[in-house]
T-cell receptor, first 114, second 112 residues
Framework: AQSVTQPDIHITVSEGASLELRCNYS??????LFWYVQSPGQGLQLLLK??????LVQGIKGFEAEFKRSQSSFNLRKPSVHWSDAAEYFC????????????FGKGTLLTVNP | NAGVTQTPKFQVLKTGQSMTLQCAQD?????MYWYRQDPGMGLRLIYY???????DKGEVPNGYNVSRLNKREFSLRLESAAPSQTSVYFC???????????FGDGTRLSIL
């Protein structure tokens, strides 16, 4: 069975600082990987996805993530955080050929200090 | 450009009452999903519909039923609500099982 671990429940960074949110997955074959962001009281918005090909993927809002098969990781990065990035971030893994049963991590809450 | 629309946005029920949560998408997507989100638990899949006319259980289906009314609409029913079903419910849709899911804004359900 697939699983996702987001080791950090809560991260606080200063505005303008760099950000890295960690995601580790467990899946037997090549996974489909996603990062979603959820602002308070809102639904989830897709930031980026990895299906195949280039292991460094670019997303919206200046985010990027790198798929590292050897480390079973898909960490999310942003070089300079803005106050509006404060939200909860979810990593998710799906099965190649069938994303019906996505497995989500428990989320990382990002606080941005001015 | 509404995307995925969920109604109602908020609801309070008493234990034992029944309730149907509605979801509609206007993106001509084939697949639709219902999740629940509980603090510290991430999202857990309740049911999904890969295509019109089909439904399948997810990780936590007990206590729920679903209906894929047509391509646009996918409803979630609680026949006899229990306090353990207090949660935020999200509907999502995708083109198919190989594409990302798009989420509605959620229904916040409290059961007393």
């Amino acid at each position: 069975a697939q699983s996702v671990t987001q080791p950090d429940i809560h991260i606080t960074v200063s505005e303008g600082a760099s950000l890295e949110l960690r995601c580790n997955y467990s899946y037997g074959a090549t996974p489909y990987l996603f990062w979603y962001v959820q602002s308070p009281g809102q639904g989830l918005q897709l930031l980026l996805k990895y299906f195949s090909g280039d292991t460094l993927v670019q997303g919206i809002k200046g985010f990027e993530a790198e798929f590292k098969r050897s480390q079973s990781s898909f960490n999310l990065r942003k070089p300079s955080v803005h106050w509006s990035d404060a939200a909860e971030y979810f990593c998710a893994v799906g099965a190649q050929g069938s994303n019906y049963k996505l497995t989500f991590g428990k989320g990382t809450l990002l606080t941005v200090n001015p | 450009n509404a995307g995925v629309t969920q109604t109602p946005k908020f609801q309070v029920l008493k234990t034992g009452q029944s309730m149907t949560l509605q979801c509609a998408q206007d993106m001509n997507h084939n697949s639709m999903y219902w999740y629940r989100q509980d603090p510290g638990m991430g999202l857990r899949l309740i049911y999904y519909s890969a295509s019109e006319g089909t439904t399948d259980k997810g990780e936590v289906p007990n206590g729920y039923n679903v209906s894929r009314l047509n391509k646009r609409e996918f409803s979630l029913r609680l026949e006899s609500a229990a306090p353990s079903q207090t949660s935020v419910y999200f509907c999502a849709s995708s083109v198919d099982g190989d594409q990302p899911q798009h989420f509605g804004d959620g229904t916040r359900l409290s059961i007393l």
